[in-house]
Every structure is written in structure tokens, then in C-alpha cells.
């Protein structure tokens, strides 16, 4: 995979509020992937963005890939306590089998 | 659910001791990976493999090694087990599709303990 940066590392949040994290890359990317760890748990994959522009929505989760392939967003409208985990993202790229994740989104969520 | 499996769950083992974590997927996936993590951290990559007989070291040195002898088990080993080795081993795996990226799926994870 490529390398990207994820911002930011952490965010605390009050329930019902939104929350917004970035990963970005000084290439372009072939696509991107989301996925959230539960405190304890084990990364689960959420989706995959592979066009131009790509916006998709799961709930209240919202992904958006940008416009030229270097970045991409996940914004969750009225957090719940349900929501609290790391959001980490990879890209694909060029890297023959390669799986590496951006740094991660610590995201908090206070009832 | 995912069918990849980590044995064991949890393990405490004295400094100097030789482990091996396991991790089978019933999937068919070509692609397996190992990562460390220590607890709120980044998933760093140490080894993967693209297929059987294949294997690769991550972007984090470990001491750790690994095989991939038959499709469905990639067990990694710790010759000489130090207090710097504990943390949490997660291996994942996902389909081979060339340069294509696919869903990975996670096992649930060795926590390891040495004292």
C-alpha cells in the first residue's frame, strides 16, 4: 500500500456533535479503504472509495474521496457512544501484496 | 463473520522462551499479513505473503519469522521471546487480485505478555 497521514490522531467529541477525520497522500491514490477498531477489538473493514469524487454513505457515516485521488474523509453526523474506536485508513497503490494503514483516528465520544 | 483465526487469545510467557502465535483462514485468501500494535497505536506491518512458499518482512523490524507452507495457515515465531516483544499480534488476510486492493479481514488477535 501507500503511505498516508491521518488527522487527526485524536478527537473527543460530545454525543450528538459531528466528527470529521482526514487521511491524505502526496500521490495519487488507485483507491482507498476505511476501517474502525473497537476499544479491544480487531480492525473491521467499513468500505472501499476507488473513483474520482466518490462520495458514499453507510448511516450516518459519510466517505468522500477527493477529486484528484490524494485524500479522502469519513464525517459522522450526530455521534453516538455506539461510534467510539480508531478510524484507520489504507490505500492501494503500486506495492504488489503491501497492506499498510495510516497513523489512525483515536475518536472519543462523551455520553 | 470472518473465518481467520488467532490462537491463543492470550499469553504470558517468560523472557528467553521460543513461541509460535497461530493463524488460520478457512477463506482461500492468498494474501496474509502480520501486524503489532500496542494498545491505542498504529498497526504496524512486520511480515505478509502474497501466497504459499512466499513471504516478505513489513515496514517495522521485528525478530520475529514467519512461513506460509500451506494456503490457509501463516504461524509466526519468536525464537527468544524479550519484555520488548509484548504487545498485540493481529494477522489478517484478503483475496489476491493482482494490484487490485480487496477487503481484509482481521483475526482477533494474540495479546502477548513476556516477563
Known amino acids: 500500500g501507500q503511505q498516508v497521514m491521518q488527522i487527526p490522531q485524536y478527537q473527543h467529541v460530545q454525543e450528538g456533535e459531528d466528527f470529521t477525520t482526514y487521511c491524505n497522500s502526496s500521490?495519487?491514490?488507485?483507491?482507498i479503504q476505511w476501517y474502525k477498531q473497537r476499544p479491544g477489538g480487531h480492525p473491521v473493514f467499513l468500505i472501499q472509495?476507488?473513483?474520482?469524487?466518490e462520495v458514499k454513505k453507510q448511516k450516518r457515516l459519510t466517505f468522500q474521496f477527493g477529486e484528484a485521488k490524494k485524500n479522502s474523509s469519513l464525517h459522522i453526523t450526530a455521534t453516538q457512544t455506539t461510534d467510539v474506536g480508531t478510524y484507520f485508513c489504507t490505500a492501494g497503490g503500486t506495492s504488489y501484496g503491501k497492506l499498510t494503514f495510516g497513523q489512525g483516528t483515536i475518536l472519543t465520544v462523551h455520553p | 463473520e470472518a473465518d481467520i483465526y488467532q490462537t491463543p487469545r492470550y499469553l504470558v510467557i517468560g523472557t528467553g522462551k521460543k513461541i509460535t502465535l497461530e493463524c488460520s483462514q478457512t477463506?482461500?485468501?492468498?494474501?496474509m499479513y502480520w501486524y503489532q500494535q500496542d494498545p491505542g497505536m498504529e498497526l504496524h506491518l512486520i511480515h505478509y505473503?502474497?501466497?504459499?512458499?512466499?513471504?516478505e518482512k513489513g515496514d517495522l523490524s521485528s525478530e520475529s519469522t514467519v512461513s506460509r507452507i500451506r494456503t490457509e495457515h501463516f504461524p509466526l515465531t519468536l525464537e527468544s521471546a524479550r519484555p520488548s516483544h509484548t504487545s498485540q499480534y493481529l494477522c489478517?488476510?484478503?483475496?489476491?487480485?493482482?494490484?487490485?486492493?480487496?477487503?481484509?479481514?482481521f483475526g482477533q488477535g494474540t495479546r502477548l505478555t513476556v516477563v
Open positions: 472509495l476507488v473513483k474520482s469524487g
Open positions: 505473503s502474497y501466497g504459499v512458499n512466499s513471504t
Open positions: 489478517a488476510s484478503r483475496k489476491g487480485q493482482g494490484l487490485k486492493n480487496t477487503e481484509a479481514f
Open positions: 500521490t495519487t491514490l488507485s483507491n
Open positions: 477463506m482461500g485468501h492468498d494474501k
